[in-house]
C-alpha cells in the first residue's frame, strides 16, 4: 500500500495525551495498516516524515543494509504509525531507532553514492554528520538536520546533573519540554530528509 493511500486510511491527527495514544494504538485499525506496509517500513517512515511518498528503490540503494536499516523503521513505525503520534517519553526510544535507521541511508550515500570517506578512526555517530556539514550546502543542511536531532534525543538521555554538594539528582523532563524537543527532532529530521530525497534522485 502507498504512503498517501495509507495516510487516507487512518487519521493522523495529533497525538495530545497518552490516553489519545492507547486509543489509536489499541484500534485493530493501525494493526491492519501495520500489515498494509507489506515490510516497507522504511519508505513508510521516510514518506511520512517528507510527507511526500518516495519514488526511490530503497533496497536496491541500501543494498545489503537494506534488512538493518528496515528493522529500525520498523521500531518507529510500531512506536508510532504516524510522526504526529509521537507522544512523551517515547519520542526518545523513536528518536533512538530513527536515528539509527537514517544512519544506515547516510552511510551508503556517501560511501557508496558519492564514493567519499569519512574522516575518522573512533565510528563516532557525528562524524557522518561532519562529513556532510563540511561539504556545504545542501549537504550541510542534511548534516545539521541530523546533528541537532541526535543533540537533542541526547538530552533525554543525559539527565542526570550534581549540586555544589556533590549530591546527584535527575532533571524533570516536563510535558512541555518533551513537547518542545520533539518538534525540533522532527522539524530537523523532515527537512534534512527533504533535502536528503532530492540529492539521492539527483545522482
Request: net charge neutral; charged share 30%.
Amino acid at each position: 500500500m502507498r504512503f498517501t493511500e495509507l495516510r487516507e486510511s487512518v487519521e493522523a491527527t495529533q497525538v495530545q495525551s497518552v490516553h489519545e495514544y492507547h486509543q489509536i494504538y489499541l484500534n485493530k485499525d493501525i494493526l491492519s495498516s501495520l500489515e498494509g506496509l507489506n515490510g516497507e517500513y522504511l519508505r513508510h517512515l521516510f514518506s511520512d516524515l517528507i510527507q511526500k511518498s518516495v519514488e526511490k528503490d530503497l533496497n536496491s540503494f541500501l543494498g545489503g543494509s537494506y534488512r538493518n536499516t528496515n528493522e529500525y523503521a520498523k521500531d518507529c513505525v510500531e512506536t508510532a504509525l504516524y510522526v504526529a503520534h509521537l507522544h512523551g517519553r517515547k519520542v526518545k526510544a523513536w528518536t533512538d531507532a530513527a536515528l539509527k535507521c537514517f544512519d544506515g541511508v547516510l552511510l551508503c550515500f556517501i560511501q557508496d553514492t558519492l564514493k567519499e570517506t569519512i574522516k575518522g578512526k573512533a565510528g563516532k555517530e557525528r562524524e557522518k554528520y561532519q562529513h556532510l556539514i563540511a561539504k556545504g550546502g545542501g549537504y550541510a543542511r542534511i548534516g545539521m538536520g541530523f546533528d541537532i536531532a541526535y543533540q537533542q534525543r541526547n538530552e533525554f538521555t543525559h539527565v542526570e546533573f550534581v549540586e555544589e554538594d556533590g549530591r546527584r539528582h535527575q532533571k524533570p523532563l516536563s510535558n512541555k519540554r518533551m513537547k518542545r524537543m520533539k518538534d525540533v527532532i522532527l522539524s530537523n529530521l523532515s527537512s534534512a530528509l527533504q533535502e536528503l530525497e532530492q540529492l539521492m534522485e539527483s545522482h
